[in-house]
């Protein structure tokens, strides 16, 4: 895919050692991708021929990334990543010899930070891995703070229904059945949803019962 020498004071120039999982078609420890990433202080923990059960082999051997060196990625390789994004998402690289307009859209989709299309240059590893680290950073923000909205929209939910069942079971205004689960939560040290769930819990068995 590619050919380029490095020489032993421009791997102490970059003075890092980051661990990688690395995918290649073909697993040679002589591949010209294995030994740039060995010639500039990347660590191999784990050399697959394929991504089949991603997920297991990073939780068995952790890295910092996964770099995945092939002609074309093919639908079971973004099928593993897309699982391994949701169950244990870090940075991902891959280097492909060609792309079509649907790999890299499924790239996206799998949570790939970056995609080299027929580019392999050691020298500028430290870049790439840099970029898809602040890629996936941001992505891991973003993917946070929707979580956080989602949660907030299912706990003001959750407290509409309990105020609901209130009002009607105990025949109270809504500001008085907010203010009793409002108390409930002070008294048990609980957030609102909490004890909203619980609370709808209890009155929906009292109803059927």
Do not use: W
């Not at 890295?63 to 639908?75: H, L, S, T």
């Not at 020298?123 to 996936?136: E, G, L, N, P, Y």
């Not at 205004?173 to 609102?192: F, H, N, P, V």
């Amino acid at each position: 895919m590619f050919s380029n020498k490095t020489t032993s004071s421009e791997n102490q120039s970059l003075g890092f050692c980051e661990d990688i999982i690395l995918v290649e078609d073909h697993v040679e420890s002589d591949s010209i991708l294995s030994k740039a990433l060995g010639d500039f202080n990347y660590r191999i923990v784990k050399h697959l021929p394929h991504c089949n059960n991603l997920h297991n082999i990073v939780q068995q051997s952790p890295a910092n990334y996964i770099v995945i060196g092939v002609e074309i990625p093919n639908e079971e390789t973004f099928a593993e990543l897309a699982l391994l994004h949701d169950l244990l998402p870090m940075p991902v690289v891959i280097f492909s010899e060609k792309h079509t307009t649907e790999a890299i859209q499924n790239a996206v989709k799998a949570g790939v930070t970056a995609f080299i299309v027929d580019d392999i240059q050691p020298k500028r590893f430290k870049s790439i891995f840099a970029v898809a680290q602040a890629r996936f950073a941001q992505a891991q923000a973003q993917r946070k703070e929707l979580n956080k909205v989602k949660e907030r929209l299912e706990a003001r939910k959750l407290l509409e229904k309990a105020k609901g069942l209130l009002m009607i079971q105990k025949n109270l205004s809504e500001d008085d059945a907010y203010k009793a689960i409002r108390k409930m939560a002070m008294d048990k040290g609980q957030t609102l949803s909490v004890v909203s769930r619980n609370l709808i819990d209890v009155l929906d068995f009292l109803a059927i019962n």
